[in-house]
């Protein structure tokens, strides 16, 4: 029986892990599985087991010595200098015990999202393992060490002649991704992300447009920091349309980091839950209106595991499987067993209460400054649609 939509999970996410107190913590999968089957909104059936992914399939894009640096690093065999060299024993991304195969099998998983999809057993897929967007061909950086939705690319690239449009929400700019396939012109990357100004990686700067044949397949939007919802998803909005209408893709990958909200311990956006309502529904409806629906989706960012991305990321899959989010109050089983290990109070809602933040006294500068950066960001296509129509 078709299935429209599937979930790859496994309970060895969690072994992607670089130590007790980092910000990165795969628990949240557990969290969001967990919130979504109390919802009765996951069946069994909807469920996929990952794949490891193969030497093979790191290598298209990873490079050799990058792969054997990082499987020595699992070993402890990596000294200390060694791993500088490639990004690893940092303090945002330490070497741990079994980091190879706890990476790959991150990776091998978007790419069994990737084969539901391209093979035609599913509409839309998601692996919230995944959306490991900051790592290099040959460095790990911003708690990253493979980058699996580089890999994938490459991998839908290799199997079909699919047009791929990598749709990047995460609050950090999705650097990784946008530098692999910078020359690309069958590969479009769109980032929204706080200003670099003031965040991690520093990058994503309007004029970043992509290199030679990719000229023109590069799109950043870094928004002010403390921007609110209403300048988001216009900005947002606007742009992943015209886009969309620009490049016709074939498929879109997104990736979902759910760091943009105001409870995030490491960014300075000030959005609410309403974001993570609308953005995955303007993929849906713009996956069907250009691609027959073919959407697979990653996780990525994250750090408030307890009361932000749970609910985030299980109104992504609720809109994926079914074009409508939640709403209301959250299962009273599941906050009551989760409250007993969550350091802060969960939520009963699947929505912010209103004034849940202080007011930005900010906002309509805040605004008047994103709007300008989406024209910015918009001029190559407004040139290219009025030299089209002078032609």
């Avoid at 300008?372 to 129509?389: A, D, G, P, R």
Wanted: proline share 4%; charged share 25%; hydrophobic share 35%.
């Amino acid at each position: 029986m078709r299935c429209d939509s599937q979930f790859v999970f496994a309970d060895e996410f969690i072994s992607y892990k670089f130590k007790d107190d980092h910000p990165f913590n795969q628990l949240r999968v557990t969290m969001t599985k967990d919130l979504l089957e109390k919802e009765k909104a996951l069946r069994e059936d909807q469920i996929i087991a990952p794949r490891m992914a193969s030497e093979d399939d790191l290598k298209l894009f990873h490079s050799s010595a990058y792969v054997e640096a990082v499987k020595r690093a699992s070993e402890g065999l990596l000294s200390e200098e060694q791993g500088f060299e490639y990004g690893i024993g940092t303090e945002d991304t330490p070497m741990f015990e079994g980091m190879h195969d706890a990476s790959s099998l991150l990776v091998g998983s978007t790419l069994s999202a990737i084969d539901a999809v391209i093979q035609g057993k599913t509409k839309h897929a998601l692996n919230l393992g995944g959306g490991l967007h900051h790592g290099f061909e040959r460095k790990a950086s911003g708690f990253c060490v493979y980058n699996d939705g580089a890999v994938g690319i490459k991998y839908i690239r290799k199997h079909t002649d699919y047009k791929v449009l990598y749709v990047d929400t995460d609050a950090h700019h999705g650097d990784g991704v946008q530098w692999a396939f910078y020359d690309d012109p069958n590969v479009c990357t769109f980032s929204i992300h706080e200003t670099g100004r003031y965040l991690f990686p520093g990058t994503g700067n309007v004029n970043e447009r992509g290199l030679k044949k990719g000229y023109g397949y590069s799109f950043n939007l870094p928004i002010d920091a403390f921007t609110e919802d209403e300048s988001f998803l216009e900005v947002y909005e606007y742009a992943f349309n015209e886009i969309v209408e620009y490049f016709q893709p074939d498929i879109i990958i997104t990736q979902n980091g759910a760091d943009a909200h105001y409870l995030d311990p490491l960014t300075h956006l000030c959005s609410t839950m309403k974001i993570y309502e609308r953005i995955p529904m303007i993929a849906h409806e713009l996956a069907h209106k250009y691609c027959d629906g073919k959407w697979v989706a990653l996780g990525g960012g994250g750090y408030d595991i307890w009361r932000v991305v749970p609910r985030a990321w299980s109104q992504l899959w609720k809109v994926m499987s079914t074009g409508e989010p939640f709403s209301g109050p959250l299962p009273a089983d599941w906050v009551s067993h989760w409250q007993k290990s969550s350091p802060v109070d969960l939520p009963s809602q699947w929505e912010d209460g209103e004034h849940s933040y202080k007011p930005i006294p900010r906002k309509a500068e805040i605004t008047e400054k994103n709007n300008k950066v989406l024209t910015s960001c918009m001029q190559f296509i407004h040139n290219q649609k009025k030299y089209n129509s002078s032609i």
